[in-house]
């Protein structure tokens, strides 16, 4: 594997699933956004690749209910603006949200916006205590991923076609037009998300780019790859094109007692510390610079290219030690 292959992103500081945000900041949203920002922007001035927001609408822990959590979309036009090199993508979409047509339209427009850094990542959905509080209907599994087959074929025409129309079991458009194009071409990445392996990894091999599991250990990615191989190979097209993209809860800190600092301070109460790590993926990226290249490297050592850190404990030292001790020694 050649080091130009792989890519380094991160999580921004949102507020869903725990951790990213300083205790005592998780209820000012003025200092949330600001520290967005900051992180945001350190990224972009060193060895990332891509920064990520979360498609979710609230906190994903039950006792978090009244913390705050902003809009995905809104959050990353915000963060285009006051970057100026790094990707930006989302971790992924919920397809359900939003009608297919008008995601076209909106990253679209944030491919002008960012200066064709924009990245489309996208997944069936999930979360059905979310669709309930939002009024979102909730169908079956296989419902959900026939939907996300046909809401990338209306993407995909919408950013391809002069005119595009589509009509099928869920979704149709007709003439529809999508102007500005992204800039682009063929179109943005196209990252699809999730974690079944009967009917999402077909959808994953017509359509991705890029395929995305979420703290998922090596094996469990070992498995996913080798079943997108033979989709893939089924439908005729070359596995090779298809990137493999992890999510990976990251502490990173010189020392083993500063980790073990991160791990109480942030460790869920339901949980004992035993349990957290074993939570944050067996801690495969938890611990000193050494130890996390180590867990990196068993990714990479199956082909994965593409890893986004949702660290815990995030600051500016982090992004720092984290990109001169992983980064720049892969």
């Given at each position: 594997?050649?080091?130009?292959?792989?890519?380094?992103?991160?999580?921004i500081p949102q507020g869903w699933r725990g951790g990213d945000l300083p205790?005592?900041?998780?209820?000012?949203?003025?200092?949330?956004?600001?520290?967005?920002?900051?992180?945001?922007?350190?990224?972009?001035?060193?060895?990332?690749?891509?920064?990520?927001?979360?498609?979710?609408?609230?906190?994903?822990?039950?006792?978090?209910?009244?913390?705050?959590?902003?809009?995905?979309?809104i959050l990353l036009s915000g963060l285009a603006a006051i970057t100026k090199?790094?990707?930006?993508?989302?971790?992924?979409?919920?397809?359900?949200?939003?009608?297919?047509?008008?995601?076209?339209?909106?990253?679209?427009?944030?491919?002008?916006?960012?200066?064709?850094?924009?990245?489309?990542?996208?997944?069936?959905?999930?979360?059905?205590?979310?669709?309930?509080?939002?009024?979102?209907?909730?169908?079956?599994?296989?419902?959900?991923?026939?939907?996300?087959?046909?809401?990338?074929?209306?993407?995909?025409?919408?950013?391809?076609?002069?005119?595009?129309?589509?009509?099928?079991?869920?979704?149709?458009?007709?003439?529809?037009?999508?102007?500005?194009?992204?800039?682009?071409?063929?179109?943005?990445?196209?990252?699809?998300?999730?974690?079944?392996?009967?009917?999402?990894?077909?959808?994953?091999?017509?359509?991705?780019?890029?395929?995305?599991?979420?703290?998922?250990?090596?094996?469990?990615?070992?498995?996913?790859?080798?079943?997108?191989?033979?989709?893939?190979?089924?439908?005729?097209?070359?596995?090779?094109?298809?990137?493999?993209?992890?999510?990976?809860?990251?502490?990173?800190?010189?020392?083993?007692?500063?980790?073990?600092?991160?791990?109480?301070?942030?460790?869920?109460?339901?949980?004992?510390?035993?349990?957290?790590?074993?939570?944050?993926?067996?801690?495969?990226?938890?611990?000193?610079?050494?130890?996390?290249?180590?867990?990196?490297?068993?990714?990479?050592?199956?082909?994965?290219?593409?890893?986004?850190?949702?660290?815990?404990?995030?600051?500016?030292?982090?992004?720092?030690?984290?990109?001169?001790?992983?980064?720049?020694?892969?």
């Amino acid at each position: 594997m050649q080091k130009d292959e792989l890519e380094f992103g991160l999580t921004i500081p949102q507020g869903w699933r725990g951790g990213d945000l300083p205790l005592e900041e998780e209820n000012n949203p003025v200092k949330q956004y600001e520290l967005s920002k900051l992180i945001s922007a350190t990224a972009d001035s060193i060895g990332f690749d891509s920064i990520y927001a979360y498609d979710h609408l609230i906190p994903f822990y039950s006792g978090d209910r009244n913390k705050n959590i902003f809009e995905c979309f809104i959050l990353l036009s915000g963060l285009a603006a006051i970057t100026k090199r790094i990707k930006i993508g989302q971790i992924v979409t919920c397809n359900s949200y939003r009608n297919p047509s008008l995601v076209a339209k909106m990253l679209s427009t944030l491919d002008i916006i960012s200066n064709a850094r924009v990245e489309l990542g996208i997944g069936a959905g999930w979360y059905e205590q979310e669709y309930v509080a939002y009024g979102y209907q909730f169908p079956a599994n296989v419902s959900r991923i026939k939907q996300l087959d046909e809401s990338l074929s209306i993407i995909k025409a919408m950013w391809k076609d002069e005119c595009a129309s589509f009509e099928g079991k869920y979704y149709r458009i007709k003439e529809a037009t999508c102007n500005p194009k992204p800039i682009q071409k063929p179109h943005p990445i196209i990252m699809v998300g999730g974690s079944g392996e009967r009917y999402l990894l077909k959808v994953v091999a017509k359509h991705a780019d890029r395929y995305n599991l979420f703290f998922g250990t090596p094996n469990e990615m070992k498995t996913k790859i080798s079943l997108l191989k033979e989709y893939s190979k089924s439908i005729g097209r070359d596995y090779k094109e298809i990137q493999y993209s992890i999510v990976l809860p990251c502490i990173i800190k010189d020392t083993e007692r500063e980790v073990n600092q991160v791990l109480i301070r942030y460790k869920r109460k339901d949980k004992t510390l035993e349990e957290y790590h074993q939570y944050l993926v067996g801690g495969i990226a938890v611990g000193t610079p050494e130890k996390v290249l180590q867990g990196i490297k068993k990714y990479m050592d199956i082909g994965v290219t593409h890893f986004i850190l949702h660290f815990i404990g995030l600051d500016e030292t982090t992004l720092r030690l984290f990109d001169t001790k992983v980064i720049r020694n892969t």
